[in-house]
């Protein structure tokens, strides 16, 4: 299959190009770089910017792709979580107006987009796809990422496209990296853990989320699912845990209260009221199962990096 990947370059892209040639596919990038990415991954290249619909629909019409993969974030390497909407505007418009975007240009081609497993709304036990998403006291910050989120998701469904939730996304590249945002953070003693630390974080690494990705482009599944490793995790647990593996000091504790003024209603909901999610669709459905079954293993492994 020809694969156009718009993304290419991002956290999940830089794995999923080479996964993409071993599985015999011809992938192309939309980049608004293309001498770096042709230079950096070795395949053909769209050049466009995302947002700019007259030369996406041109670029990707005249690409004459099979399939399309939609992996567009703008999203800062050291996130603000207490200015999150302001943070994820350039991300959310990539949501929607670059999705519709791609949609347009190759109405004909099979279509995966990436969204996220924040999207639910908190509540016990791991959530499933048929879950509801958050429409009870979700946080103000959050409302537009979540919108927009969404919004992709329906547009993929739509067009008969697969949105990929995936977790929470570690790796090369990620601020999970040993030489990542949130490393150093918790390195430095300076990543606490808020309140109880109650909250699920499912994970996923990138190789996993590129895995699934390939897994989806020639089966017949449409609408969402989620892409997550088989051990769901509360905060008080890995936060924790990471700094052990880092050889940190064990990490602060600051109680909701405490927190809010710095991490926000939105920092405080992600380490205490994020719900885990259940991948036992994914697996069925894309016959895809995830090689770090636990976060704690590829932790070890990422975090044993020299970079
Ligand atoms: N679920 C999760 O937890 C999750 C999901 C995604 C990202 N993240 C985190 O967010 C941080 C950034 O990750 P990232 O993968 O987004 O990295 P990134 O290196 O910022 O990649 C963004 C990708 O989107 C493309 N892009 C952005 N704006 C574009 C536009 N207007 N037109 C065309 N292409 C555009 C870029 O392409 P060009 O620059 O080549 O044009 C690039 O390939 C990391 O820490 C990552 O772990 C987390």
Redesign the pocket.
Known sequence: MRVLV????????RRLVPLLKEAGHEPV?????PG??RERLGVETVE????VREDVLKGVRDAAPDAVVN???????K?DVSRLAEEFV??NR?RTQ?TRNLLDAAPGARHIA?S???VYQPGDGLADEDAPTWYDGTPDQFVTTLEAALDLERQLTEAGGLALR??????P????AAD??TTAAIRAGQFPLIGGGNGYFSF?H?ADAAAAVVAGLDRDVSGVLNIADDHPTQAREWIPEVARMLGALEPPVVSEEQALPVAGEWGVAFLNRLRGVDNARARASLDWRPRYASWRDGFEVELSKDE
């Open positions: 718009a993304g290419a370059t991002g956290v999940i892209g990038a939309l980049t608004r770089n770096a990415v466009a910017d995302a947002l992996l567009l974030t703008a999203i800062p390497a996130l350039l991300t990539l670059g990436e996220v497993a924040f995936f977790g929470h996304l570690y790796g590249g990620s601020g999970y990542g945002a996923i990138s």
